[in-house]
């Protein structure tokens, strides 16, 4: 993934937050430079996963296969006196899709905080983490919401699914809704661990240095 791809999605996103009245903590603004003069902070931020994330999955179809992040507050699993918890953003594209995973440790509320339709669609696995063809139930604000596997779920703005572990689940913006901005709030996340694809693809995007950052991603640090 290019360089000037990240850039031109982390200033969709900003214009994205500007519309719907979010604001971001200061870090969530700064430059390679504020981390740099920074430094106690810097590593705090990395530790806990807080801040930028831009993938495409590995696919080099952004537009098609990919997904914008901004983790808002998170702990750090198995150390005592972490926050239990965490909450991000995330910046959905029409028809954007972010591919098929589950996670062995983390349950999490999807919630549609502005925008487009979001689409989700979901599977069980047993044991073992096959896919399972059997129905599933989900909570929808609370209430019991029956599917079969692979069913699409659209969520409208101010709607909310809570995905239990283990669930496979893959999402995208309804074609012809517009960008939905999503909010993720679950248990303590790490990223580096606790996502299973259904497919072998990448968690991170390979980058392409074809311009300067315009804000540093959380994974790639900064000296």
């Keep these: 993934m290019k360089r000037s791809e990240i850039n031109a999605a982390l200033l969709r996103a900003t214009e994205t937050l500007e519309r719907w009245h979010w604001s971001l903590p200061a870090w969530g603004y700064w430059t390679a430079a504020d981390f740099t003069s920074h430094p106690e902070a810097s590593a705090?931020?990395?530790?806990?996963?807080?801040?930028?994330?831009?993938?495409?999955?590995?696919?080099?179809?952004?537009?098609?296969?990919?997904?914008?992040?901004?983790?808002?507050?998170?702990?750090i699993v198995d150390i005592r006196g972490e926050r239990t918890y965490a909450e991000k953003l995330l910046f959905v594209g029409e028809g954007q899709v972010t591919p098929t995973h589950r996670h062995a440790a983390k349950m999490e509320d999807i919630i549609n905080r502005a925008g487009g339709d979001l689409v989700i669609e979901f599977a069980a696995t047993d044991a073992d983490g096959n896919v399972l063809t059997e129905d599933v139930t989900v909570p929808v604000d609370g209430l019991p919401h029956r599917l079969a596997a692979w069913e699409p779920l659209i969520l409208q703005p101010g709607q909310s699914v809570t995905i239990r572990t283990g669930l496979y689940h893959r999402f995208y913006g309804r074609k012809g809704g517009g960008p939905v901005l999503v909010g993720e709030v679950s248990q303590v996340?790490?990223?580096?661990?606790?996502?299973?694809?259904?497919?072998?693809?990448?968690?991170?995007?390979?980058?392409?240095?074809?311009?300067?950052?315009?804000?540093?991603?959380?994974?790639?640090?900064?000296?």
């Excluded at 696919?59 to 914008?68: D, H, Q």
């Excluded at 299973?196 to 994974?219: M, Q, V, Y």
Aim: glycine residues 8%.
């Design 44 to 75: 705090y931020l990395r530790a806990h996963q807080l801040g930028w994330d831009v993938t495409d999955f590995g696919s080099n179809r952004f537009a098609e296969c990919g997904l914008v992040l901004f983790c808002l507050r998170n702990g």
């Design 189 to 223: 996340n790490d990223d580096n661990s606790d996502n299973f694809f259904l497919e072998p693809i990448a968690r991170f995007a390979a980058i392409e240095e074809d311009e300067p950052p315009l804000r540093p991603l959380w994974n790639e640090g900064v000296s």
